[in-house]
């Protein structure tokens, strides 16, 4: 990795990934670089976050949110600063995510719900890295009439409740939308990237029967989850859409309103321009390594650009990435999943 010289491409962060134990993780975030130790159970490596911290580059040693708080204009651009409702919070969550057990069933609230806990609301996208034969993703109710059923199954907390949930096999390189007050779980055996807006705030409602050292399950919330519960919402399989034109293979995987996500991909030597952004934009290395600006990614290395960075070089030969920002009037791509 090369450091950017103060007159060069100077509004380029690294982040270092904050990693995360869990009792459904596991050891396959080494495969992106994350430094897992065989006797933890890593279920996320938080990529960027209010609190990720910049490892090199522009604002080495803050984190995202304070560059952020100190000018949010400056950092967010007006659209993307409206679309975390005024706060000084980095707009992007972003997460590499190893289920290997079965996720929590749950479920997030939208932005006017989540208002009572001052943060925005939680609508989020996976885009699946990996996927074991046969696992599966949880999305919606199998029936939308059924909800009493789903309930009295998931106030049993022993995982009967998924037998009321679709039941998706997961494909590798497939992309969904889980508006918010979508019910859902990542199951066993499936990595994805999640991209989603910058809340915490999930509701449990079934757990599979998982229970502590003590013998005591973790905090649901039944009440609060019914609430937001969208029983209509059954997220399908999203088609992407190719960027023609470029020397690149280029493809819009999701976008709403608040967020959208591109992937590049390079099958030779070629360079481009980093398309402009009014707002941050969040560049991860899938597999290969490319040159951002002047810095050198490595698979599983994630650079943040910010607005007002005059124009970024990104080349490579044999990468794949993802590309993250917050779209807004002048991004003319189709919008896939409408904009919840």
Known sequence: MIIASPDGANRISLVRPRLDTKPWGGHALQAFGMAVSDDETI?????TANDAVVSAGFGAGKTLGEIVASDPVRFLGEGALAKV????????????????????????????????WERPGKTEAWY???AQ?????YLGLLKPSDLEGFVAAADRLDGS??????????TEGSTYLLPAGTVHALGAGVMVYEIQQPSDITFRLDDWGRVDANGQPREMHRDQGLAVLRPELQPVA????????????????????????????WMERSNAGLPDSVGPQVITVLSGSLELGA????TGETGVVWPGTSMVRIASENAVMLRGWVPD??????????TP
């Open 85 to 116: 409702g005024g706060r000084p919070l980095f707009p992007l969550l972003v997460k590499l995510i190893d289920a290997n057990e079965d996720l929590s069933i749950q479920v997030h609230p939208n932005d006017d719900q989540a208002a009572a």
């Open 43 to 47: 279920g996320e490596a938080l990529v």
């Open 128 to 130: 699946v890295l990996r």
């Open 161 to 170: 409740s998924a037998n009321h949930l679709r039941a998706i096999v997961a």
């Open 238 to 265: 999203i088609e992407s859409v190719k960027i023609i034109g470029q020397p690149q293979e280029r493809s819009v995987l999701v976008a709403t309103k608040f967020f959208a996500l591109e992937r590049w991909r």
């Open 295 to 298: 810095f050198y990614l490595e």
């Open 329 to 338: 009037a002048s991004d003319t791509f189709s919008i896939e999943g409408g």
């Open 133 to 137: 034969p046969e696992s599966k993703l």
